[in-house]
């Protein structure tokens, strides 16, 4: 079964054909990044702007890749699948509007897809010995969701962020330090030189919960900062380095210790966050250590991508039976 697949939730315009949910056949992504630097963060208005010029285009190339033109998507298409939400409004809007034409001309199914079924299903792209059940771990710049899977589509949210998403926080902790958008791999990049000791930053486990909260460790990054603001870039790696461990061990703290409340000996990562280096390290490390295996997707299905929609479409569809007249 080939899907074609349509992610526009935020700042990412990406376009997929996925054949029988695990292989991709073609992914094609057009970032935003240069367009949102200079506001540190998603202006909204201007990412719908870049989705709609962006579009045509990524769906023709992802198609191309794959071998397929639209004169015979009707023959080698079987579905149309996009992302529905969580996301941009705006954003959410061009990419349902181009789906809906592709399955209104050609008389395909239309599978809408929540995004973050996308992530929680992106490590199986390339992992296809991972077994139901596992505990998901989806981090990115909105979200941040530890959820027991129980099978396809039946699925239980332990916790969540009360505040920032992990992202968001990298975000805001890497421009109170002067850096590049995003913040993210900005301080992944510092902290390789950095120590991880030099500064005391909280853990902020909240223990009796499942639920994150990353306010508290950027409060204490601003205080610190207002008595030792940066002076040179060995400060500024050891900064970097400090606060970069205490979110990846607050991360994997919560984690493990649900998988092990739960009994769940399988722990899959989704979301951007998980490109970070050393969370993908302590969590594969700490697995080991504890004998429950972890599954992170590569860098290109980390990030918003339409594979992992197409994946989560291809399952939602084989538990549904979606035909045409679901078009919704």
Not at 206 to 220: E, N
Not at 299 to 304: A, G, P, R, W
Request: proline share 3%; glycine share 8%.
């Amino acid at each position: 079964m080939n899907i074609f697949a349509i992610e526009t939730s935020c700042d990412e315009t990406s376009a997929s054909v996925v054949s029988n949910g695990l292989k991709v056949r073609s992914v094609v992504i057009s970032s935003q990044i240069k367009i949102h630097a200079g506001f540190f963060g998603v202006v909204p208005e201007l990412a719908s702007r870049a989705h709609i010029e962006n579009i045509n285009h990524v769906i023709w190339q992802a198609l191309s890749d794959a071998g397929i033109n639209f004169t015979d998507f009707s023959r080698k298409i079987d579905a149309v699948a996009f992302t529905s939400g969580p996301g941009l409004a705006g954003a959410l809007l061009v990419g349902a509007i181009a789906a809906k034409s592709l399955a209104c001309v050609y008389k395909k199914p239309l599978i809408p897809v929540n995004h973050l079924d996308g992530h929680l299903y992106s490590s199986l792209i390339e992992n296809k010995s991972v077994k139901l059940p596992f505990l998901s771990l989806i981090i990115s710049g909105g979200h941040t969701e530890l959820v027991a899977v129980e099978d396809f589509g039946k699925y239980k949210v332990l916790g969540s962020t009360r505040d920032d998403a992990v992202g968001e926080a990298f975000d805001k902790a890497a421009k109170m330090l002067g850096m590049s958008y995003p913040g993210g791999p900005a301080i992944d990049k510092m902290a390789e030189n950095g120590n991880s000791e030099a500064v005391k930053f909280t853990r902020p486990y909240l223990k009796g919960s499942w639920d994150f909260s990353f306010s508290g460790i950027k409060t204490a990054l601003l205080n610190y900062l207002k008595t030792s603001p940066v002076r040179n870039e060995k400060q500024l790696n050891d900064i970097c380095a400090s606060f970069r461990q205490a979110v990846a061990e607050t991360l994997c703290f919560k984690s493990f210790e649900a998988a092990k409340k739960f009994n769940l000996k399988r722990i899959v990562l989704g979301g951007g966050v998980s490109a970070n280096s050393l969370i993908r390290k302590i969590f594969l490390k700490t697995g080991q250590k504890n004998k429950i295996k972890v599954f992170i997707p590569s860098l290109i299905y980390s990030t918003d991508n339409a594979a992992m929609i197409g994946c989560a479409a291809y399952f939602k569809q084989k538990n549904c039976g979606l035909k045409y007249d679901d078009i919704q």
